[in-house]
């Protein structure tokens, strides 16, 4: 008996002794992210505080530190009481939080050297949709007293998607929604992927290998939901429209000015990023023609947007005619997101946007 138990210490010594060595090699060998945000039961997910992670492309476009402070926002400290200086709070997703890029070149940041007399405070998380950000922006961001919100919209996944997990439309009305709490396998899984390097590498691989074996579809219009048909498309943007007006009517009612960038594919910007996707989309579906006919909902998401800003009196900096215009490279060649390039010009764009009376 006392030689089983033996074996059995010995087996699990040896188990855990394989899984350090594990941990520590693909740590020094094949970096790889820890998960830096965690299930929040009021906005879906929130940043970890007071942490510091190295974020590397998995396309070896990148590799950058992401920081947060102790609000888990991305970037220095603020208080939530404001001093004279004018407060500008940014909202969007991983476009306006940096995604690829350092804390102090997104536009966000650039453009606070730009303007000089604003403090602004980067409130963008990677995932977040208008739904989040409006939940954001009451539970949260109006605490930080700001003078003016602005608020980035990506037409790639911003304008038409279809998930409503924070909020509903019932006889015409949006009605806020309770999330569930975590379950314990997600506070697990959670847990695991904050601490161990090894746990997300191996989720990689497995990623990976699903999207070689065809078992994942990257291009799916859950990820690019400008590839859904019509009907379904414009049920995702009558409700977009919905948390917009709220939106607005929040801020009016505060006394908060509000500010909408709009930030374009790379494919609208670019021909040979579009003859790319093209490519990608005949490769990962048996029937391609119908899926490459709505691309051409990009820009009729575009110029739908620009309508009901307008006529819903909501500010608004186009970027796509300018992004056109300039000569060079605003977007990283494999991932979909601004390059420091792009980062740079955005700033630019909207500091100017801003200075004219």
């Known amino acids: 008996m006392k030689d089983i138990w033996k074996n059995i210490c010995l087996l699990v010594v040896v188990l855990i002794l394989g899984l350090v060595v594990a941990e520590v090699s693909v740590r020094v060998f094949l970096p790889t992210r820890l998960l830096d945000y965690k299930y929040d039961e009021e906005i879906g997910i929130r940043y970890l505080p007071d942490t510091s992670y190295q974020f590397i492309s998995g396309f070896d476009e990148f590799s950058v530190t992401n920081t947060y402070n102790s609000k888990g926002l991305r970037g220095k400290e603020f208080s939530y009481e404001k001093n004279e200086v004018n407060r500008i709070l940014g909202l969007g997703d991983s476009f306006t939080f940096g995604y690829g890029v350092e ?6 940041s650039l453009l606070g050297e730009n303007l000089g007399e604003y403090e602004i405070i980067n409130a963008g998380l990677s995932g977040y949709g208008p739904q989040h950000i409006l939940k954001f922006l009451k539970k949260e961001g109006m605490k930080y007293n700001p003078d003016k919100v602005l608020i980035a919209l990506y037409i790639g996944n911003d304008i038409g998607s279809q998930g409503q997990e924070l909020f509903s439309i019932e006889n015409g009305v949006l009605v806020d929604k309770t999330l569930p709490k975590a379950s314990f ?71 908060v000015e509000l500010t909408v960038i709009i930030i374009p594919t790379k494919e609208q910007v670019s021909e040979e990023f579009m003859e790319s996707f093209k490519e990608k989309i005949k490769e ?34 186009d970027l796509l005619p300018v992004f056109k215009k300039l000569d060079e490279d605003l977007y990283f060649p494999i991932d979909s997101h601004l390059n420091v390039k792009g980062h740079e010009a955005t700033a630019i764009i909207v500091a100017k946007h801003l200075k004219v009376p």
């Open 103 to 108: 804390d102090d070149e997104t536009y966000l």
């Open 185 to 255: 396998s997600l506070q697990v899984r959670q847990y695991l992927a904050h601490k161990l390097v090894l746990y997300n590498y191996l989720h990689l691989i497995k990623f990976r290998l699903d999207v070689n074996a065809g078992k994942v579809n990257p291009y799916t219009p859950e990820v690019y939901p400008f590839l859904l048909d019509e009907e379904t498309l414009n049920n995702g943007f009558s409700f977009f429209q919905e948390i917009m007006k709220e939106m607005k009517n929040y801020l009016d009612n505060k006394g």
């Open 284 to 317: 990962v579906y048996d029937k391609p023609d119908s899926v490459l006919e709505n691309l051409g909902n990009l820009d009729v998401l575009h110029t739908r947007l620009l309508l009901f800003l307008e006529e819903e009196g909501i500010e608004h900096i």
